[in-house]
């Protein structure tokens, strides 16, 4: 994730003049791993909703939503490892948005 948010998705801002891209929204595929990049703002000590990258185009953090499909097949399995966070009820997941910070 590192390399792509420094050299790969501000290239999408980089036409000023006709610039059409001005937010990204990072998805995991196929796998729903922490994105480290996100985790922590040195500079304020928060939680990373998302990026500004050269001043004109925003890459907002993966935040996934599996449904609750818990059949054998199903992408919540009890025990898949990194999988109860993408797995909410649809109540526990409107209670999670709603704690974010505004303007999130």
Not at 83 to 92: K, V
Request: glycine content about 6%.
């Amino acid at each position: 994730w590192n390399k792509a948010i420094e050299n790969y998705f501000p290239r999408y801002g980089v036409n000023k003049q006709n610039q059409t891209i001005y937010g990204l929204f990072a998805v995991n595929v196929p796998y729903n791993v922490p994105v480290y990049d996100f985790w922590i703002d040195n500079r304020t000590g928060d939680l990373q909703f998302y990026k500004i990258l050269d001043n004109d185009l925003v890459l907002f953090k993966p935040r996934e939503w599996r449904g609750t499909n818990m059949s054998h097949d199903g992408p919540c399995v009890a025990g898949v490892p990194l999988s109860f966070e993408f797995c909410f009820p649809p109540q526990d997941m409107a209670l999670e948005i709603n704690e974010y910070p505004k303007g999130t």
